[in-house]
């Protein structure tokens, strides 16, 4: 019930245009994982990269507040 509850929750809040943060660094990431494959030399692939971990911090941290809201 909690999954289906959340499922609508979730599709109210993007109709609304209210994602969680999460979903935003997500797709942050997404594109910074796609600079990264199409990086030409070594210097964009170490930016590249330096971006894809600070993002992924980002979405990890997100990822454990709502998991820590959401904890019963």
Known sequence: MADTATAVAMRIMAGAGAVP???KW???LDAA???YSDAAGEAERRAAMALISKLELRYNIAVEAR???LRP
């Open 67 to 69: 998991r820590m809201f």
């Open 21 to 23: 943060e999460e979903f």
């Open 26 to 28: 997500k797709k942050a």
């Open 33 to 35: 994982r796609a600079a």
